[in-house]
C-alpha cells in the first residue's frame, strides 16, 4: 500500500505544487486528500445506481452489496491510502525515498516560511492522537490542531451525510448511516497519521465531497413504479411436501382400468318465460392489465312494454354534449337513482353507454359511484347508476373557498384508492376533474362520470369530434396525443387535489379551451400550486411532465395515509360537512 501511496503522491505533486507557504508538498497532500475523497464520493454514486435498479429493497444481496460498498468505499480504501501517505512521508523523514522519484525527494528537503524542512514537517511531529489528547505547543496552536483535525473532519462528516441522504431520496434513511458510519470509523482509524499531514489531507477532502453533491443529484431518485415494485411483498408460494409412494390394491388398480362413465346430460334448456340461472361472472383480470371484458354488462329488462318506463323523474341534474342526467324513482323497487339519457341513440352512443356501464359494473369500490342497470328509456339508452346527493367539489370550492391540508389529504387518498381498484380491473377514467368528485352531506367523496373511461377491448373506440379529458386537467401526454395511463389518471387528480387547496387549475385559467389544451401539450409547469401546503412536494412530484417520474397512485395513497396518521387523523373523516339541499 506504501508503494501505491507515493505514485498517489507524485501524481498529486504533478498536478498541483504552487511554491507557496507552507510548501510545494504541503500543498500536493491537500491535493492528495482530495483524489482520495473521491472514493466516498463513487460510493454515494454507486449507491444512488444501485437504487435506481433496486429501490427500497433492503433485504439479500442488496443489503450486501449496500454494505460493502459502505464498508470498502468509505472506510477501506481511504483509511489504507490516508495511512500510506503517512507513512511515506515518515519514511522520508528517516532518509528512505519511499518510492518517490530523486526530483520528488529532494523537493522535500526544502524549507518554506515557518514550517522548515518539508519532510520534518509532514513526518516528524506528533500523530492526531499525541496532538489532541498530549499537546505539547501553546494554546494558539492547540487550537489550530483542534480546527483542522477535529473541525474539518466535522465538516466532511456534514457533506458524507448530504451525500448519503441525497443517495437514499425517496425512501427510508436509515441505509444511509452505513455510509456516514463507515466514514465515522475512518475518521477514528486515522488518529495514527502524522497530524500535520492530516490536517492537509483533511483540507483537500473537503472540497471533493462537497461539490460529490452534483454528480449524486445528477444520477437521480429510482422512479416510483420502481419503488411500487420493491416495496411490493413477494408472494408466497405453498410448500411441497414429497410425495410419499403410495401402494395401490389389485382390486382399485382394476377398478381405475374400467371405462369411465358416460358424459353428463347436457345442460337443461329453459323455455323463453322461464328464469334461468344467472351466469357465473368471469375472472378477474391480474393487477395493472387492462381487461378485455372489465364486468358483465347489465341488461335492460325485455319485460318492459314499449314506450313505457319504470323510472319517474324527478329532477334534472346535470346537461352537457353528451346526455342528460336526471334524479329518477324506480317505481318497482321505490328508490332513488340517477338516469344518464343519451342524446343521440346511435350506434355509436350505445357502444359508449355499454362501456361506461362495463366500467362502472367492474368496479366494487365506496367511493366510486355505483350502476344498476342500463336500459331502454323512450327517449333513447339510459344508465341507471346511484344517487349520490350532495355537491360537486368544483362548486364547494367556488362557494366556500379552498380546503385545508386535512380534508385535501383526505380526498387524495380516497380518490387515489377508488382510481388504484378502477386500474386493478383495467379501466381508465381518463376524465378526473372537480366536477367528477361529488362530495356527499356526510363529506365523503365519491368519483363519477367514467363515460370516457376505456378497456383494452373497446381501446379502438373514439367519438367524433370528442376530447378526451376536460383541458384545464388534461395530463400533458395525453393532450399531446399519447394514449392514455395509469399515470395520466394520477395527474388528472393531483390537478383535482391542487384545485382543491388553491381554487385555480394548476397551469391557471385560460381564455379559450383551445388555449388551455396547447398549454397542456406544451407541457407548460404548473404555476398555481399551493405553496404552502404540506402536499406541495408530493403535488410537484405528482404533476411530473414525464409519466415514468410520476409516483403511483397506491405511492400517493400511502403517503397521505401516513402523513394524516402522523397529524393524529385517517382518511375515514369527511373531507367537509355539507347542508342538505332544500326540497
Known sequence: MESIASSLLSLAYRLFQPGLCPGDWAWATSMAGALIALFPVGTAVAVALMRKFTGNRYHGGALAALIALGLVGMFLIPWLLITGVSSVFRAVFRGDPAGLSPQEY?????????????????????????????????????????????????????????LARIAMRRGPKWPGRLLWVSFVLLVIASAGVESNTAVHLWLGFLPTTVLGVIPVALVGPPSWSTIEDSDRRPERLPEQRPQQPVRIDPREQQQQQTPPPPPPPPAKQYAPTSVAPAPEPPPEQPPGELAATPGPVPVPPGSAPAGSSRFRRVRRLGHGGFGTVWEAVDTQLGRTVALKIA?????????????EARALAALSHPNCVHVYDLVEEPDGLALVMEYLEGQPLAEIVDTAGPLDDVAAGRLWATMASA?????????????????????????V??????????????????????????????APETAAGAPASPASDAWQLAATVSYALTGQPPRGTRETPMAALMAAARAEPPTQLPRHSVHAKLLAASLDPQPRNRPTLNTVHREVEGWLARAGTSTDGPVTKLVPRQQ
Open 106 to 162: 529532494s523537493a522535500l528537503q526544502q524549507q518554506y516560511c515557518w514550517v522548515g524542512p518539508q519532510d520534518e514537517y509532514l513526518g516528524g511531529k506528533q500523530n492526531v492522537y499525541e496532538t489532541l489528547f498530549y499537546p505539547s505547543g501553546d494554546m494558539l496552536s492547540y487550537g489550530y490542531y483542534l480546527g483542522g483535525l477535529v473541525g474539518l473532519p466535522l465538516l466532511v462528516l456534514l457533506a458524507v451525510l448530504l
Open 343 to 355: 342524446h343521440a341513440p346511435d350506434r355509436e352512443t350505445e357502444e359508449r353507454m355499454q362501456r
Open 419 to 443: 382510481l388504484a381498484a378502477a386500474h386493478s380491473k383495467g379501466v381508465l377514467h381518463r376524465d378526473v376533474k372537480p366536477s367528477n368528485v361529488i362530495i356527499d352531506p356526510s363529506g
Open 445 to 474: 367523496a365519491h368519483l363519477i362520470d367514467f363515460g370516457i373511461a376505456r378497456s383494452r377491448g373497446d381501446s379502438k373506440l373514439t367519438a367524433t369530434g370528442m376530447m378526451v379529458g376536460t383541458p384545464d386537467y388534461v
